[in-house]
């Protein structure tokens, strides 16, 4: 097992000594990737109370490859069997990038203010295949359900994860995670899909080239499996100048989700950001007591 990338020699020191060279590189960098730009970064790190991100390299069987997995803690030193809530990331995303501005950061000044229980949050790698097998021997699906409660428990945290949220893609793919833990009588106490990849016909569906062909994206399409998801609670949030806002006003109309969310927004980390608040609350309420996991 790899160990932790974080070494906690002054988080802040570094990130203060590094930000002149990373002023031009980082923000052209930034630019590229469509990244958080350095000099945000680094001003979000730097004051109030710092989230402990850890990012390690782990072999999955069920990829097939090395992925990144990576932890946000809302401390350095948390409870054992700290809760977790998965955060899957959106297409030509990865873990490093899966999650909006700001959620680390919001999630480690909360904890600590006492107004959100604590828990971590944690990402991985899942390719570009809408978190199932489009191709054999790439089952990200299979790594969520049976390599990450291993790699939780190595790390002290809970094993079974209370709880996932993704973003596009990775909405979608939360939502089916939820429908696979609610099958295997492992239900999740939440699930949060921020503008979720829910569309309305399988002719824009296949040019993303994840599905086989229209009854495999029928089987596996939340906005048709609704029934699936049991009684796990449902938050969602989209904007309305989203190209996914249409499948996701048909998902809240038949999901009935606890939370429902549209308003003013687009495909992108503004509106994603400007949602973590709400996200956290929704996570919040259903997260358990830490001391109660085992």
Request: glycine share 12%; proline share 6%.
């Amino acid at each position: 097992m790899a160990g932790f990338g974080s070494v906690r020699v002054s988080r802040r020191t570094l990130l203060v000594a590094g930000a002149a060279a990373a002023t031009t590189g980082g923000i052209a960098l930034g630019a590229a990737t469509g990244a958080l730009p350095v000099l945000t970064a680094l001003a979000e790190a730097v004051g109030g109370v710092d989230p402990v991100i850890r990012t390690e390299r782990v072999r999955s069987t069920a990829r097939g490859t090395d992925v990144d997995l990576v932890t946000m803690l809302p401390t350095e030193l948390p409870a054992r069997n700290l809760p977790v809530c998965l955060f899957l990331h959106g297409l030509r995303g990865n873990a490093r990038r899966a999650a909006p501005t700001g959620l680390a950061r919001t999630l480690a000044k909360r904890v600590a203010d006492g107004t959100l229980p604590p828990f971590a949050f944690v990402a991985i790698d899942g390719g570009d295949n809408y978190w199932h097998e489009n191709h054999v021997g790439d089952n990200s699906m299979a790594m969520l359900l049976d390599e990450i409660p291993r790699w939780l428990a190595q790390r002290g945290l809970s094993t079974d994860p209370f709880a996932c949220a993704g973003v596009s893609m990775g909405g979608f793919g939360a939502l089916l995670y939820a429908r696979r833990r609610a099958e295997l009588g492992r239900p999740l106490n939440a699930v949060a899909a921020i503008s979720p990849g829910l569309l309305m016909s399988w002719r824009e569906m296949s040019t993303r080239r994840a599905f086989k062909n229209n009854t495999e994206w029928t089987a596996l399409d939340p906005l048709r499996n609704i029934d699936k998801l049991g009684r796990t609670p449902v938050g969602i949030w989209c904007g309305t100048e989203d190209h996914f806002i249409e499948g996701t006003r048909k998902f809240i109309r038949l999901a009935k989700p606890e939370v429902a969310y549209t308003g003013p927004g687009g495909h992108g980390d503004s509106f994603y950001r400007g949602v973590v608040p709400s996200v956290l609350d929704f996570l919040g309420k259903h997260a358990p007591n830490a001391a109660a996991q085992g």
